[in-house]
Nanobody
Framework: QVQLVESGGGLVQAGGSLRLSCAASGHTFSLYAMGWFRQAPGKEREFVAYITWSGGVSYYADSVEGRFTISRDNAKNTVTLQMNSLKPEDTAVYYC????????????????????WGQGSQVTVSS
């Protein structure tokens, strides 16, 4: 099991940028694939991005492709989501999640396949 703590959310105007960080502790971080998900009020939790244990493969939801970048530093036990060109529709609570075993695209885009979750970080984009 790994403990996850997000930071870096906040309020930003449309077109602005925010950087979310997720710090992991409690287990060997480099064994985990990491994902970012988000949940807006009244909506289901949705996939945003994932990165494999080595950082060699990442994938993004169509809605954030080209604007968001996921990265990880296994030496510092952190995963980061850089969010640029933010839109009001990006407003949500953002969660980082960890999955100990690797998986295919079909596995890593599904929230239920992640075992450990952070507490969430609010991102609000004003128009």
């Amino acid at each position: 099991q790994v403990q996850l703590v997000e930071s870096g959310g906040g309020l930003v105007q449309a077109g602005g940028s925010l950087r979310l960080s997720c710090a992991a502790s409690g287990h060997t971080f480099s064994l985990y694939a990491m994902g970012w998900f988000r949940q807006a009020p009244g909506k289901e939790r949705e996939f945003v991005a994932y990165i494999t244990w080595s950082g060699g493969v990442s994938y993004y939801a169509d809605s954030v492709e080209g604007r968001f970048t996921i990265s990880r530093d296994n030496a510092k036990n952190t995963v980061t989501l850089q969010m640029n060109s933010l839109k009001p529709e990006d407003t949500a609570v953002y969660y980082c999640a960890a999955r100990m075993r690797s998986g295919s695209y079909y596995t890593l885009v599904v929230a239920e396949n992640y075992s450990d979750w952070g507490q969430g970080s609010q991102v609000t984009v004003s128009s």
